[in-house]
Nanobody, 119 residues
Framework: QVQLVESGGGLVQAGGSLRLSCAAS????????TRWYRQAPGKQREVVAA???????DYADSVKGRFAISRDNAKNTVYLQINSLKPEDTGVYYC?????????????WGQGTQVTVSS
């Protein structure tokens, strides 16, 4: 089993910033990939950022230049720095981690953390 603990969400004024964290614990060899998703009220869950084991990153067009994903392998933690926030960034942010457990790649979801951006 792999446990994911998210933190960093909250209420912020437009133009502000937050740093979201997704920390993994448990028995696994490595984290292969992490994606951050968000889901706004009445909308589909969408990928906003991703990082894979090569270190390559990708972002949704709506957040490019404002969000940055990074990882600390020693801490088994992935971060999402979210800057220049807009009201349309409001939603529940989820991390999704693919980790190698033995010889198997396993998929895990965090519980989500609420980000609310006020006008």
């Amino acid at each position: 089993q792999v446990q994911l603990v998210e933190s960093g969400g909250g209420l912020v004024q437009a133009g502000g910033s937050l740093r979201l964290s997704c920390a993994a614990s448990g028995s696994f060899f490595s984290i292969h990939a992490t994606r951050w998703y968000r889901q706004a009220p009445g909308k589909q869950r969408e990928v906003v950022a991703a990082i894979i084991d090569s270190g390559s990153t990708d972002y949704a067009d709506s957040v490019k230049g404002r969000f940055a994903i990074s990882r600390d392998n020693a801490k088994n933690t992935v971060y999402l720095q979210i800057n220049s926030l807009k009201p349309e960034d409001t939603g529940v942010y989820y991390c999704n981690v693919i980790a190698r457990v033995g010889s198997v790649m396993m998929n895990y979801w965090g519980q989500g953390t609420q980000v609310t951006v006020s006008s």
